[in-house]
């Protein structure tokens, strides 16, 4: 398994291997207890399935849920899969989860439960989505994982014709065109930013939209975007009530070092993410390599890799270096103002 800051090393690593008959256990149980229902929304002819990955606690958890049950997100109905300790990279994601791909294509396309049909659904937060479908993440031009909308798009109603929707099928063509381009990491968004080949092979409009996560990261944005402009708003009125000017140049010193703190900031966390995206997919790379066809191109690939995370974390020392300077000069003017 591929450990947080590159390592490698081996994990022990609990499954259930057999995904249907878990499944047709666990359904026969249900209709023994009577508490099969369909809320109001499932066909009567469909069982709905929900298959969903976390990180939490030093573990990652792959489990299962019967929609076709009351309650069925709680935890008594969640059924585990798959637990390893370790980060769940893409690497990672596609030794533990790739076991089950043919399993659920069997459960979409060739079985059935005393009549009724399967619908599979996939569940997890945005990044885990993101990596079972092979999108590079947030920081991607196009980083949505059911359309092509660009990011500077996101924030107006102006796509440009540019709102297709994803599929299983324009996910793995766009995939192969970008392992045909050679597979530049820094090419990605001409490849709508596919850069590895789904891991699940769910239909892309049955993803469950993360809506708790994304409420959560939306809320917590506003949160630090307020705060912020709140301290500049109280530096800048200090500034200009400032009773002699040497005390409003120390206001005006002090408000543009926050502006720069800010800024320091976005680069810290744009590197950030630069240097987990090359390490995800050098990882992928070095652990595919022994049994893909082209593993002298990985390699290849995965040495242009490490290049590139040497310089992405030399201009991330410098960003880091550039922000505790600037925190320094805060508190430097803040004793200066008191």
């Given at each position: 398994m591929?450990?947080?800051?590159?390592e490698m090393a081996l994990v022990p690593m609990v499954f259930l291997p057999d995904l249907t008959k878990t499944?047709?256990?666990?359904?026969?149980?249900?209709?023994a207890s009577n508490t099969l229902t369909t809320h109001g929304v499932i066909p009567e002819a469909e069982v709905w399935i929900k298959l969903g990955g976390d990180h939490g606690g030093g573990s990652f958890k792959f489990v299962l849920q019967i929609a076709n049950v009351n309650q069925p997100n709680s935890l008594q109905n969640t059924i585990p899969l798959c637990i390893f300790p370790s980060q769940d990279s893409a690497a990672n994601l596609e030794i533990a989860l790739g076991m089950?791909?043919?399993?659920?294509?069997?459960?979409?396309?060739?079985m059935e439960w005393h009549g009724k049909r399967f619908r599979v659904f996939c569940f997890g937060d945005y990044e885990f989505e993101t990596k079972c479908y092979g999108i590079s993440g947030s920081s991607g031009v196009r980083p949505c994982l059911h359309c092509l909308l660009p990011k500077r798009c996101m924030d107006t109603d102006?796509?440009?014709?540019?709102?297709?929707?994803?599929?299983?099928?324009?996910?793995?063509a766009d995939h192969a065109q970008f392992v045909a381009a050679g597979s530049q990491l820094s090419r990605a968004k001409e490849f709508n930013n596919v850069i590895r080949p789904a891991i699940l092979p769910i239909p892309v409009e049955n993803i469950i939209v993360p809506v708790l996560h994304l409420d959560l990261g939306i809320f917590a944005w506003m949160f630090d975007a307020f705060e912020a402009e709140v301290r500049l708003l109280d530096v800048k009125v200090a500034a200009a009530s400032a009773s002699e000017a040497q005390d409003s140049l120390v206001f005006v010193q002090l408000a543009q070092a926050y502006a720069d703190l800010r800024s320091a900031e976005r680069q810290v966390t744009d590197s950030d993410d630069r240097v987990e995206a090359i390490q995800q997919q050098l990882q992928f790379f070095l652990l595919c390599a022994h049994s893909h066809p082209q593993h002298d191109t990985l390699e290849e690939l995965a040495t242009v890799l490490q290049s590139q995370w040497k310089v992405v974390e030399t201009e991330r020392a410098s960003h880091l270096a550039c922000r505790e300077s600037l925190v320094a000069e805060i508190d430097c003017l803040k004793k200066i103002k008191t």
């Open positions: 591929a450990k947080k800051g590159g499944i047709l256990h666990y359904l026969d149980l249900f209709q089950f791909r043919p399993q659920i294509l069997q459960l979409r396309n060739e102006s796509g440009d014709g540019e709102r297709a929707s994803r599929t299983l099928e324009s996910l793995q």
